[in-house]
């Protein structure tokens, strides 16, 4: 196997042992234009659960200043659309990784 291959693919499945840090580091450790492609877009992709958190902050943030009483809509939907994200990703990172460990060449 391709040592490249490997470490593309490794970037995708790092989604469950290391998250963020292994495909920043195999972006900026490695020279190869192809690993750095493969780890940018598993970055990214490993990024994408983050974007509600600002929103599961602000209800928060509502929740003790305004005191409990209703039922926390905002919060509950929030981290409910978190979870389903983080779903979403880690399939396509699994598919994606798998993929480019079969193929001879993304380019």
Do not use: Q
Not at 8 to 26: D, Q, R, T
Not at 46 to 60: C, V
Not at 65 to 87: I, K, N
């Amino acid at each position: 196997m391709d040592t490249k291959r490997i470490v593309s693919a490794l970037c995708y499945f790092s989604i469950m042992f290391a998250g963020i840090l292994f495909p920043l580091v195999a972006y900026f450790a490695s020279e190869d234009l192809e690993v750095k492609h493969h780890a940018k877009k598993a970055l990214l992709s490993h990024l994408i659960p983050l974007i509600p958190l600002p929103l599961i902050l602000l209800s928060i943030y509502f929740e003790i200043t305004r005191g409990a009483g209703e039922f926390p809509v905002m919060m509950f939907s929030s981290a409910m659309l978190m979870v389903v994200l983080s779903l979403i990703v880690l399939i396509w990172n699994l598919v994606k990784g798998i993929k480019v460990l079969n193929t001879k060449s993304d380019f």
